[in-house]
């Protein structure tokens, strides 16, 4: 029984949770259940389930929450929206530009109502530092009280990398700082396509520590993987605080081609819970990614393992809440 006074018991579903989809973010419900947040259609959706077993096939529970105005700078090529509950309300950090991907830029969103993030959204405004700069794939953490803002973007205008940077923020709407780099994609299997790429970040935070998870290589190619940035004190705000994975975390298997953009979400037992998508023919691109979902290997607060690709069909044992 959890702490709301549910049942938790398993069900097993395969490890491919959705056949078609992508950048999935997920979030556990603070009064339980799962929300889902995704584009579609040029528009932002939300959807809410009790269980994992049935939250991506539930679209009769899906609801659109914002659907930008034509003819400006954030009314199309909607990316990888985040949902965020911060300082006593919903927030979505979503990408989008005028129609010219150079363009692209993050933008927040706020709920309307701030308990229900399957009500309408509003628009707040492009989030960013002073440089203004191709932005892409925005996430937000918190340590030791303070809001941070980690992103995907250019140094330059020029499109040859992507990297990670991060600022402070001020509240969850503004940014208040200049950008630092984190990571640059450097590494072999960071930059083994032109541009070279660090994207999707996603932060753990645990004991004293910060494990951001970042997605390298090209998305449309089979090497996508996740690899892993490390904080275990100092200012988090100093490159030289974080301390780079020589190797990937999650590397391509056979039926999962291309694991990246990843997720996390806590589960009512107690288990860290990864979402992604990958591809289940090699070569297909952009066009074959599905949403997997899996366990965690190991998360004790410390020490983050997140254990080999499970291809397609293998079954995974879901924590399932009855009433």
């Not at 700082?177 to 990571?183: E, K, N, Q, W």
Request: glycine fraction near 10%; aromatic fraction near 12%; charged fraction near 20%.
């Amino acid at each position: 029984m959890n702490e709301s006074g549910h049942t938790l018991t398993r069900r097993i579903i395969t490890h491919e949770a959705a056949p078609s989809a992508a950048d999935p973010w997920i979030v556990a419900a603070p009064g339980g259940g799962w929300y889902y947040c995704r584009s579609g259609g040029g528009a932002v959706k939300v959807s809410h389930s009790k269980n994992l077993s049935d939250l991506f096939t539930a679209r009769e529970r899906e609801r659109t929450v914002w659907t930008p105005p034509a003819g400006t700078a954030y009314s199309h090529e909607l990316w990888a929206p985040e949902l965020h509950f911060l300082r006593g309300s919903w927030y979505i950090y979503v990408a989008a530009d005028d129609g010219k991907n150079a363009h692209h830029r993050m933008h927040v969103l706020r709920a309307t109502d701030p308990a229900d993030p399957t009500a309408p959204f509003e628009y707040v405004g492009q989030i960013g530092d002073a440089t203004d700069k191709w932005a892409i794939d925005g996430t937000v953490f918190v340590w030791q009280d303070e809001l941070y803002f980690v992103w995907s973007g250019w140094e330059g205008d020029v499109n040859v990398a992507q990297n990670l940077y991060i600022a402070h923020m001020s509240d969850p709407t503004t940014v208040d700082s200049a950008r630092v780099c984190l990571s640059r994609p450097e590494l072999p299997w960071e930059a083994n396509c032109s541009p070279k790429i660090n994207e999707g970040p996603a932060a753990v935070v645990g004991d004293g520590c910060v494990r951001l998870v970042y997605s390298a290589s090209g998305s449309w190619l089979d090497s996508y993987c996740l690899g892993c940035l490390s904080f275990d004190g100092g200012d988090v705000m100093d490159p030289a605080a974080w301390k780079k994975s020589p190797a990937p975390l999650f590397t391509p298997v056979e039926g999962s081609y291309g694991p990246g953009h990843c997720s996390f979400a806590e589960a009512p037992d107690g288990r860290l819970w990864i979402f992604f998508h990958a591809n289940k023919v090699s070569g297909s691109g952009w066009r074959g990614r599905s949403l997997r979902m899996q366990p965690v290997e190991h998360w004790d607060g410390r020490t983050l393992i997140l254990g080999r690709v499970l291809s397609p069909a293998e079954p995974v044992e879901v924590p399932v809440t009855e009433e």
